[in-house]
């Protein structure tokens, strides 16, 4: 998906990108931590690449806890989001 959206010229509108923190496991499959952690990495081994290729300017944050993950941070949609890199701080207009 992060490549057709490459592709189509959108992954290099964003100066910034958050990427939540991937769950990795359900209720009725649980998966073991070691298993987890491999999926992750593959995710952020994948988001590396896209932006590497059609946008390597930008600044990528991982494991921001929105979406479906425990503890979630709820953002709406259409919201703005500030991200600070040099300060580490992730700031949600609503």
């Known amino acids: 998906?992060?490549?057709?959206?490459?592709?189509?010229?959108?992954?290099?509108?964003?100066?910034?990108?958050?990427?939540?923190?991937?769950?990795?496991?359900?209720?009725?499959?649980?998966?073991?931590?070691?298993?987890?952690e491999v999926y992750r990495e593959e995710q952020h081994a994948a988001v590396l690449k896209a932006f590497e290729t059609y946008n390597p300017g930008a600044m990528i944050e991982f494991s921001v806890d929105f979406g479906h993950t425990d503890p979630q941070w709820v953002l709406p949609y259409g919201g703005k989001v500030t991200v600070n890199g040099p300060a580490r701080r992730i700031t949600a207009h609503f």
């Open 1 to 36: 998906m992060l490549r057709d959206f490459g592709e189509r010229g959108l992954l290099e509108q964003f100066p910034a990108v958050l990427v939540a923190t991937a769950k990795g496991t359900a209720l009725f499959n649980p998966k073991p931590r070691d298993e987890r």
